[in-house]
């Protein structure tokens, strides 16, 4: 990982709160006080269970949820709220999302040209036919598709190259930021190999950047530079993937990283998962907020957990 | 040895789509000891729910076991055809626990009607002691306040709660046999470990022979005695827990370990499987796997291979056991696991957690 500060801030999120009316007087905050940056060219990680808010905040980005305070930049403009209409179809083009369900995230009556032509289409990205059937081409071609695909429908496709179709569509509009709201999860285990692979070749090649989307972080340190763990709507650590998992600090991290099943039965019968019980509202407060702990790792935490978290590290 | 519970042999599955036959399971056979965790582990389309489903009479309506026995008993649970042949074995004496628990239990009736009445059904018990069994096995699976939450519905429930009210049904008739299909995949991963926790835990306790069938190769080596890996609708091996993450034999149970993203190296690419699982509706020749072993001989596209001894415990089907066969080595990602994982999992470990 090279030096933190020469880098290029792609995507930034400052004090992101999202509300939701549930009927009730209060309304439900889904996120609460989101602070983070992704970097030109890294795999950002953001890491929570069911309800957590982490597909909520890539949905915000995507422009899809409102936000209730806070404002989302890309490449230093604004743009969450509203917006012109060519800035938002600028967002629209530059950042991307891949689905979980590839068969529910795909027009089944459409063919596979047709699916993977439609950003085109709405944005005239093509001159003529043949430009366009071209760029379609390269798109299959880079997800490891055949043109001969292109004529096909979605269910004629195993679930592995429906999910290649799902990242060509996204790909074909050449974003800078691919938002993947847990593309693998839907996945067969050795169909999920090919689309990580895939996905981390696709970086290389095209310098893209990601903003992935998981519940589980075996896949995370495999895939991410760098990890932000969600619990109940807030961000409760943020560090690099190899300092994340030498020093997880928050409690919550650590039961994530003990529910993690190993696949050796010695070890495994041995380990206990550790449950973390407290809720949101029992580490919250005035004197909480994200400290760096260690250089480039934030904690959601008290100035006294703090110094608790800190010296832990130095043992682990 | 340990008795034998339950025995099926050569079983086949057919399912009929449209004017197509698909040969789901191809002969399987299986014989699981009193008392002991069985894992069945594979990827969606190896049959590994149907086959489990000929134990319980629960094959969709299209679907028809064409060959083989399921002995239970004494009985051929193959050959019951009427529902009430079923009553007193399915949910009684076999149980199943499925994937999501919210389509399991009846959305519109409480959580206390919907154990009451296996109870009551299945022990005769009157409605005051059904109940107040019922709030103890709601407290023995761990909901806190259970007499309070007799009432609740399912949608008042947490995932994680659901799926222990569900373990509360299937175990309130005390079953004999337990098949878990796939019980944790629709649950948060914290929530997962607490679930097989609890299923271990009833278990030991009360001694039941479990069935567990699923994806996740993690799962398997916590929960599992032995374990089979099916594919394209057979049990392709089979062995010890150990024999099997430790000394796999088959290719394919190779490819499954190594495609781990447990095991991957950052900047690496993860092992995986070219192509995609055989066509059931064909007739499948040789070994199913062949034409996406990078290591088939010539002879995986022509015979089926049978089951080689590799230890009293352990048999593989595939001809890289046959004494003729090429002298091959299981890919480097999977080779000295246990040392590799214990790096992992000790301190300084990607996987430490830190009770030291």
């Known amino acids: ?316 | 040895m340990k008795n034998i519970v339950i025995s099926a042999k050569d079983i086949e599955v057919q399912f009929r789509v449209r004017d197509n036959y698909l040969t789901a399971i191809r002969n399987v056979s299986l014989d699981l000891y009193e008392g002991e965790t069985f894992a069945i582990v594979g990827e969606s389309g190896s049959g590994k729910s149907v086959f489990t489903k000929t134990f319980t009479g629960m094959l969709e309506s299209n679907g028809k076991i064409t060959n083989g026995s399921v002995m239970y008993h004494g009985q051929d649970l193959t050959k019951l055809t009427k529902e009430k042949d079923w009553a007193g074995i399915r949910g009684v004496k076999i149980a199943t626990i499925f994937q999501d628990p919210m389509t399991s239990l009846n959305p519109i009736r409480t959580i206390g009607s919907q154990i009451t009445e296996v109870i009551e059904k299945h022990q005769k018990l009157s409605k005051a002691d059904a109940k107040k069994q019922a709030i103890e096995i709601m407290e023995r699976v761990g909901i806190t306040n259970a007499a309070e939450r007799f009432d609740n519905y399912p949608f008042q429930y947490s995932g994680g709660m659901r799926q222990r009210i569900v373990i509360a049904i299937a175990l309130s008739c005390h079953p004999e046999i337990l098949i878990c299909d796939e019980p944790t995949t629709a649950l948060d991963v914290t929530i997962q470990a607490q679930i097989i926790k609890l299923i271990k835990d009833l278990q030991k306790e009360l001694g039941f022979t479990t069935i567990y069938i699923t994806h996740d190769l993690g799962v398997v080596a916590n929960v599992a005695d032995r374990v089979g890996v099916m594919y394209g609708g057979q049990i392709i091996e089979y062995g010890t827990v150990e024999e099997i993450f430790y000394d796999p034999k088959h290719p394919y149970t190779w490819a499954l370990l190594s495609a781990l993203p447990q095991l991957g190296v950052k900047g690496e690419d993860l092992y995986y499987i070219t192509g995609t699982p055989p066509s059931l509706y064909n007739k499948i020749k040789g070994d199913a796997f062949a034409p996406r072993n990078p290591h088939a001989l010539k002879i995986d596209f022509e015979q089926e291979p049978p089951f080689f001894r590799v230890s009293d415990t352990h048999y593989a089907k595939t001809w890289l056991l046959d004494p003729r066969a090429p002298k091959l080595e299981k890919p480097e990602a999977i080779q000295n696991l246990h040392e590799k994982i214990t790096r992992m999992t000790s301190k300084g470990g990607a996987f430490h957690v830190g009770h030291d």
Not at chain 1, 20 to 31: I, L, R, W, Y
Not at chain 1, 92 to 105: G, K, L, V, Y
């Open chain 1, 1 to 316: 990982m090279s030096d933190m500060t020469n880098r290029e801030v792609l995507l930034s999120l400052r004090n992101v709160e999202i509300s939701f009316d549930n009927g009730g007087k209060e309304k439900f905050k889904a996120v609460q006080d989101a602070n983070f940056d992704i970097y030109k060219g890294e795999t950002f990680a953001l890491v929570g269970e069911s309800g957590s808010g982490k597909t909520t905040i890539g949905r915000a980005i995507m422009r899809i949820n409102p936000l209730s305070n806070g404002e989302i930049t890309f490449e230093g403009n604004r743009i969450s709220g509203k917006l012109s209409k060519q800035e938002d179809m600028n967002v629209i083009r530059n950042i991307q999302m891949i689905f979980q369900d590839p068969a529910a995230s795909l027009n089944e009556r459409a063919t596979i040209e047709y699916i993977i032509s439609e950003g085109l289409y709405n944005f005239h990205l093509y001159e003529n036919e043949e430009d366009r059937i071209a760029k379609v081409d390269k798109a299959l071609e880079e997800v490891g598709l055949l043109p001969e695909h292109k004529s096909r429908y979605p269910h004629e496709f195993s679930g592995g190259q429906r999910q290649r179709v799902g990242i060509a569509r996204a790909l074909i509009m050449e974003p800078k930021l691919i938002v993947a709201d847990e593309p693998i999860s839907a996945l067969d285990v050795s169909i999920r190999a090919q689309v990580l692979n895939l996905m981390n070749k696709l970086k290389a090649e095209k310098s893209l950047t990601y903003l992935f989307i998981a519940h589980d972080l075996s896949v995370v340190r495999f895939i991410a530079d760098r990890v932000a763990v969600i619990h109940l709507g807030r961000i409760v650590e943020i560090a690099e993937t190899e300092e994340l998992f030498a020093h997880p600090l928050h409690p919550y991290t650590i039961s994530l990283l003990s529910a993690v099943p190993m696949p050796d039965p010695i070890i495994e019968k041995q380990r206990e998962p550790i449950v973390y019980t407290e809720t949101v509202a029992e580490k919250t407060g005035p004197d909480y907020e994200m400290r760096e702990i260690r250089p480039g790792h934030y904690v959601y935490c008290t100035p006294e957990q703090g110094i608790e978290y800190y010296n832990t590290s130095m043992n682990q």
